[in-house]
């Protein structure tokens, strides 16, 4: 099993070695230089349109906005957050944290661009369902169909063996298990049962499931993540230092932590920042592309909240909260460590039950959003006869995730993402001319639009 661990170790390491991570940044780098820090400067419209009244009614698509960017952010907001952050500060310090920052700041410009396309170049399916997403923008934008497939093809596997299933459905049932005294097997013919019933819905059940858990479940979490803050207010600066300092210096040795220099440090972040927000990998503009919305930036504008919610305020409420706590330098690692920070910030007995809870809304509402995106990948690929075959293996694998106990999960995951990334990536660059023309051609219009009223 070593030599399997070791082997996959070594690709998972060339595959977000430096070039991925250079072509990730750089690519968000590139867009931001070219709209002119969009996601800062447009951020206040962005808000706007997500919480606004305007939710599309009588637009073409099949959910509202704010429905697409939850169905998003249900894949998205997951184990990645809890986990995922903590994985990072273990491999590369309190400085990864800093990295995760950089890589958000960078990929809300991302996240924006991709779920642009995803809208500009959707279909119909013979369904009558919006099908969108980086194959559609692969193959009708950029011409290239052999990526396109290349993309459904990895976007289908990191469904089945990877973010989709097993990682959510063991946190589930781990979380059940040590919290509760729920035996596996009650927990994976719960689990199989609900997934069944939204999933079997469509996008419109999953939608809505997703609106009603995603809010509650981030603002649950939050509030108990700044409960631990507040209880440590007195070493929050000190901790936000160490993070930026980190960055930039690795940090030593120090307890159970064993180390890091600035490359580990920023690989780590990047990597998990990715995982955890998913932008540039191009699973979010497939849930954009079902979108009520006559408008391509406009939805893009609200997709790209979705990585400020995940990353900027989630992922840095768990990071802090590590950080201030101090056990990122211990033997724990994961789930684990999370749940000791909040054992020891707030009450040995709230504290494990609070990670659990947020562990087990994260995770469920993953597998409903990675169903969706695995299904889209299966029907660009075989037709919309394949959606019910694909949808009665997807929970099969669920049903059988609770029983297994496979350490190189996240690493398969890790590996399969990386792969993803690749053709959407390609697909950004070579229509990085379309989305700026759109870009710049829709705020031209609603300037002329706020000067029109000013005039009468």
Not at 136 to 162: D, H, N
Not at 384 to 398: E, G, N, Q
Not at 405 to 413: K, M, R, S, V
Not at 438 to 451: N, S
């Amino acid at each position: 099993m070593s030599s399997i661990h070791q082997a996959l170790l070594a690709v998972d390491n060339f595959i977000w070695g430096p070039p991925l991570l250079v072509l990730l940044v750089g690519t968000g780098l590139y867009l931001t230089v070219r709209l002119q820090l969009l996601q800062v400067m447009r951020l206040p419209l962005a808000l706007k349109l997500v919480f606004g009244r305007d939710q599309g009614e009588g637009k073409q698509g099949d959910v509202s906005s704010f429905g697409a960017l939850c169905t998003a952010l249900s894949a998205t907001i997951g184990t990645g957050n809890i986990v995922g952050v903590a994985t990072a500060i273990k491999l590369g310090g309190p400085g990864a944290l800093f990295w995760m920052w950089m890589a958000a700041f960078f990929g809300m410009t991302t996240k924006y661009a991709e779920c642009l396309l995803a809208v500009k170049y959707r279909v119909t399916d013979s369904n009558g369902q919006m099908a969108g997403g980086p194959m559609y923008y692969l193959e009708r934008g950029l011409g290239s169909k052999p990526l396109a497939k290349l993309f459904a093809l990895f976007g289908i596997g990191v469904a089945f063996f990877g973010i989709g299933t097993f990682p959510q459905v063991n946190a589930i049932s781990d979380a059940m298990t040590l919290s509760f005294s729920v035996p596996r097997e009650v927990t994976a013919a719960v689990l199989t049962l609900i997934v069944a019933m939204v999933t079997l819905g469509g996008i419109q059940s999953i939608s809505r499931v997703s609106s009603m858990v995603v809010p509650f479940m981030a603002i649950f979490y939050v509030l108990s993540c700044l409960a631990v803050l507040v209880v440590n207010a007195g070493q929050l600066p000190q901790a936000v230092a160490l993070v930026v300092s980190s960055a930039f210096t690795g940090h030593a040795a120090t307890g159970g932590f064993v180390g890091a220099g600035v490359m580990l440090a920023i690989q780590s972040g990047v990597a998990r920042g990715v995982f955890s927000n998913e932008s540039g990998l191009g699973s979010a503009p497939i849930a954009a592309a079902a979108a009520r919305t006559d408008s391509c930036v406009e939805q893009g504008l609200v997709s790209m909240t979705g990585t400020f919610f995940d990353t900027i305020i989630i992922c840095t409420m768990t990071g802090l909260t590590l950080v201030v706590t101090g056990v990122w330098s211990g033997d724990l690692s994961g789930a684990a460590m999370t749940s000791v920070a909040f054992s020891e910030g707030l009450n040995p007995q709230i504290g494990q039950y609070l990670v659990s809870i947020g562990l087990l809304f994260f995770a469920f509402t993953t597998i409903l959003g990675w169903n969706y995106y695995g299904e889209r990948c299966t029907e660009y690929l075989f037709g919309v006869r394949a959606i019910l075959p694909y949808r009665l293996v997807y929970l099969v694998l669920v049903a059988a995730g609770a029983f297994l106990h496979l350490d190189l999960i996240w690493l398969l995951a890790d590996i399969v993402n990386g792969l993803m990334a690749i053709p959407n990536l390609i697909g950004l660059v070579g229509l990085r001319h379309v989305i700026i023309d759109e870009t710049r051609a829709f705020f031209a219009a609603r300037r002329d639009e706020v000067g029109e009223i000013q005039t009468a």
